[in-house]
C-alpha cells in the first residue's frame, strides 16, 4: 500500500468515525464518547486536510455539517444555511486567514476582528415574526434544521417577545448547561455538551424544562432590516433585545492581540461556568462580511481558533503501510497505546516518506504523540535520547500492498517530485478499489447510510462487492445470514441503495472518484457537461480529445486536472467500471442556475490586479450578475477585463486577435454601476 494511500485509507477511516458519531450525537442522543474526544477527532482531521489538501477529494472535512435531521422531530429549511467554521489551530493559520481577507477585499490597512469564546454547546436559531418567537431550529445538516421549538421555548433566558424587533428577525446562538447546573445531572448525561443535545432533541418539552439549559446569542440569520455596521453593533443590539450575550466578546485588529486574547481566554477556560473550545474571530465590518461572503462549506470572514490540543509519549512497535483510493501510499506507526485528550490512541499517522526521514522515525522509537486536526493523532517528534543503539533507519517500500512498485509523480503545477508515492493499477489494485467503493457510498456521493467502511470491508471479503455496480446487484439473501443482520436491517439498506440510484450529474462525476476533482471541480464540469449522456463521450478516444481540449476553457479547471481526467478515461478497466454503474442509476441533468443580472449569459475573464478589488471578488461578483468565468481566451469569450497592474500580454493580444471587448478596471465598475 502506498503512503498516500495509508493517509486516505486513515483519513478515511476518521471521517467515517466523525460520520458514525455525529448520527450517534445528533440523530439518536445517543453519544458514544466524550465531548472532548470528538473535538480532538475533528482536529486531528483537520490538520491532515491542512497537510494534505488532496484529502479533501475523498471527503471534506467542512461538508460535514452535524447530521441529517432525525425523522423524530418536522424539518424545516434554513432561510440561510448554518455553515460551519474553517478552523485556525496556530499563530500562522491565523496570519494566513487575515492574508486571504486582506487580498480578497484587497485593502492595505488592518482589520479590526470580533473575538467571541466558542461556546462548546448546542447551535439553534430562532425566528421572529413582528416580534414573536415563532419556531426554533436545530442546525441538523446545515441546510435543513429539526423543529425544537417547544424545547427551546422552555430556556428561560430565550425572549418569547421583542416588540422592538424588526418584522423578521432570526437569531442565532448556541444552548448550554452551565458546569455546575450539570453537576447535579451528570449521572444521566456523559457531559455538559451532550446534556443539552439530549435535552433539546426529545419528544417531551415537559422533560427538556427539568434540564437547565442556557442560551447565548452570536449572530443572526435572515432579517427584513438591518441597521448594523459592525459585528460588536449587532451582538450589542442583541444584547439590547434581551439576549443572553458572552461577557469575554471583545474587539481586536493585531496577530499579537489574537494570541494575547487567545492565551488569556484558554488560561480563563478552566474557572468558566461553561465549556469552550476556542475563540471564533469575525471581520468586524458588516459590509466587508458580505462582501466576503462564503463558500459552499464556510463563511470566508469568520475563523475558528482552536485550543491547543493534548500531547502524550509512546513507543512505536511497527510502521505499516495503507493505501488510499488514488493509489496513494500512507505509512501508520503502530503504538503502545495512549491516552491523549480522554482517548486511547493505538495509530498514528507519519504522512509520507519525506516526513519519517526529516524526523528519522523508527520503528523502537519513543515519541511525542498530537491529537490535532480533529481526528489523526500524528507524530510531533522522536526522544532521540532513549533511541536504542540496535536501531535500524526505516526503508520505506518500494512496492505496494498489492506488489506493483510504486513510485513518486512530478506534480504539473510545481514541477517538483510529489512527496507521496503511489500505485497507479487503480481497480487493478485490491487495497485501491475497496477504497474507491468506500468513497463511492460515502455522504457526498452516492450517501448509502448502513454501507460505511466497515460494512465494506466485510462484504468485501465475503466476495459480495468488488465494484461499485456490485452494489445494485447485492444478494440480500446471503446478507441476512450474516452476524449482526437481520430482516430489519437488510430491508433498509436496501432501501438506501435504491434511494441512492437517483443522483445529480455533479454528485455523480464526484463520486467516481477521478484523481484531483474534487466537490467544485465537479460542479464545474458538471456544469459543462450539463448532462450524463454528455458526459459518457468521455468514454470514446476522438471525443475525448475535443472534450479535453474545451475544457482548458473552463475557470478552476487546469492543466492538473485535464491529464488526470485524460488518464481515468484512459484506462478501459475505469471506463468499464464507470459505464456499468451508470446503467445502474438514475443521472439528473445538472441545473445551471442562471442568476439574472447585468451580465446575464455573458462569459468574462480577468487578467491582471485590480485596485479597489482582488480578482477573486471581481470573479464572485461577476457570478452573483450572471456572468460564467472563463480560464482562457477564446471566441467564446464576451469580455477579457484587464486590470492595472501586471495584465498577462499575451491574453490581451489574443483577445485582440478575436476582436473580443476588452474593459478596463474602470469601465468594468461602470459596467457594475459600482
Known amino acids: 500500500m502506498s503512503e498516500k494511500e495509508k493517509i486516505k485509507k486513515i483519513y478515511q477511516k476518521k471521517i467515517q468515525s466523525l460520520i458514525k458519531l455525529n448520527k450517534a450525537y445528533f440523530q439518536k442522543d445517543n453519544p458514544i464518547i466524550a465531548d472532548s474526544e470528538y473535538d480532538e477527532l475533528k482536529k486531528e482531521l483537520s490538520s491532515y486536510i491542512e497537510k494534505y489538501p488532496y484529502l479533501k477529494q475523498i471527503k471534506n472535512l467542512d461538508t460535514i455539517v452535524g447530521s441529517k435531521p432525525s425523522k423524530k422531530f418536522k424539518k424545516i429549511k434554513h432561510t440561510k444555511p448554518m455553515l460551519s467554521l474553517s478552523n485556525a489551530f496556530e499563530k500562522n493559520d491565523m496570519i494566513d486567514f487575515k492574508k486571504k481577507i486582506k487580498n480578497f477585499l484587497n485593502v492595505p490597512t488592518e482589520l479590526e476582528l470580533s473575538s ?391 454528485r455523480f462525476i464526484y463520486s467516481i472518484g477521478i484523481r484531483h476533482i474534487g466537490q467544485e471541480n465537479a460542479k464545474i464540469l458538471a456544469g459543462f457537461f450539463k448532462t450524463h449522456k454528455k458526459f459518457s463521450e468521455l468514454f470514446n478516444l476522438k471525443k475525448r480529445r475535443y472534450i479535453l481540449t474545451n475544457l482548458y476553457d473552463l475557470d478552476g479547471i487546469g492543466e492538473t486536472q485535464v491529464k488526470s481526467i485524460e488518464d481515468f478515461f484512459s484506462n478501459q478497466k475505469n471506463t468499464d467500471i464507470i459505464q456499468s454503474l451508470m446503467n445502474s442509476l438514475n443521472i439528473e441533468d445538472f441545473q445551471i442556475i442562471n442568476k439574472k443580472g447585468k451580465l446575464s449569459n455573458k462569459n468574462i475573464m480577468f487578467t491582471g490586479g485590480f485596485n479597489k478589488m482582488s480578482r477573486s471578488e471581481a470573479k464572485a461578483l461577476a457570478e452573483e450578475n450572471g456572468a460564467k468565468i472563463l480560464g482562457s481566451v477564446s471566441k467564446k469569450l464576451n469580455y477579457l477585463v484587464v486590470g492595472n497592474s501586471k495584465p498577462t500580454k499575451r491574453k490581451i493580444e489574443k483577445a485582440k486577435e478575436l476582436n473580443i471587448n476588452l474593459l478596463s478596471e474602470e469601465k468594468w465598475y461602470d459596467l457594475l454601476n459600482r
Open 116 to 506: 467571541e469564546p466558542k461556546i462548546d454547546g448546542i447551535s439553534a436559531s430562532l425566528r421572529y415574526e413582528n416580534g414573536k418567537f415563532t419556531y426554533g431550529l436545530s442546525r441538523g445538516d446545515g441546510l435543513f434544521g429539526e423543529d425544537i421549538t417547544a424545547n427551546l421555548a422552555t430556556i428561560e433566558e430565550i425572549p418569547k417577545n421583542i416588540p422592538s424587533a424588526p418584522n423578521v428577525l432570526e437569531v442565532r446562538g448556541e444552548v448550554y448547561i452551565g458546569k455546575k447546573d450539570f453537576e447535579k445531572i451528570k449521572d444521566k448525561f456523559a457531559n455538559p455538551r451532550n446534556a443539552a443535545g439530549g435535552s433539546l432533541r426529545q419528544k417531551d418539552s415537559k422533560e427538556t424544562k427539568k434540564i437547565p439549559l442556557k442560551f447565548f446569542a452570536y449572530g443572526i440569520g435572515e432579517i427584513s432590516s438591518s441597521i448594523f455596521k459592525k459585528q460588536s453593533e449587532l451582538l450589542s443590539q442583541l444584547k439590547n433585545w434581551g439576549f443572553p450575550i458572552n461577557s469575554k466578546c471583545t474587539v481586536i485588529k493585531t496577530i499579537d492581540e489574537i494570541q494575547d486574547n487567545h492565551r488569556e481566554l484558554e488560561s480563563l477556560r478552566s474557572n468558566l461556568d461553561y465549556d469552550v473550545d476556542g475563540i471564533v474571530y469575525k471581520i468586524n465590518n458588516i459590509t466587508f462580511q458580505e462582501r466576503l461572503g462564503s463558500t459552499s462549506n464556510s463563511p470566508r470572514w469568520a475563523i475558528a481558533y482552536k485550543f491547543s490540543s493534548s500531547k502524550a509519549s509512546s513507543k512505536i512497535k511497527d510502521i505499516v503501510i495503507q493505501v488510499g483510493r488514488t493509489g496513494a501510499i500512507t505509512p501508520v506507526a503502530k503504538i503502545d497505546p495512549v491516552t491523549v485528550g480522554g482517548v486511547v490512541i493505538s495509530n498514528a499517522t507519519l504522512h509520507n516518506e519525506d516526513e519519517i526521514n526529516r524526523k528519522d522515525i523508527r520503528v523502537g522509537d519513543i515519541v511525542k504523540i498530537q491529537r490535532a486536526g480533529d481526528v489523526i493523532p500524528q507524530v510531533l517528534s522522536v526522544d532521540k535520547s532513549k533511541r536504542l543503539k540496535t536501531s535500524k533507519k526505516f526503508i520505506f517500500p518500494n512496492k505496494c500492498l498489492c506488489g506493483f512498485p510504486i513510485k513518486k509523480e512530478i506534480s504539473m503545477t510545481t514541477k517538483k517530485t510529489d512527496a507521496v508515492r503511489r500505485c497507479s493499477r487503480g481497480y487493478d489494485c485490491d487495497f485501491t478499489a475497496k477504497e474507491k467503493l468506500k468513497h463511492i457510498v460515502a455522504k457526498d456521493s452516492l450517501d448509502i447510510e448502513g454501507l460505511g467502511k466497515k460494512v465494506i470491508d466485510n462484504f468485501w471479503d465475503l466476495n459480495l462487492v468488488r465494484t461499485p455496480a456490485d452494489i445494485f446487484r447485492l444478494n440480500y439473501k446471503k446478507i441476512e445470514g450474516l452476524e449482526g443482520w437481520g430482516k430489519l436491517s437488510v430491508k433498509n439498506l436496501k432501501n438506501a441503495i435504491s434511494n441512492s440510484k437517483k443522483i445529480v450529474l455533479n
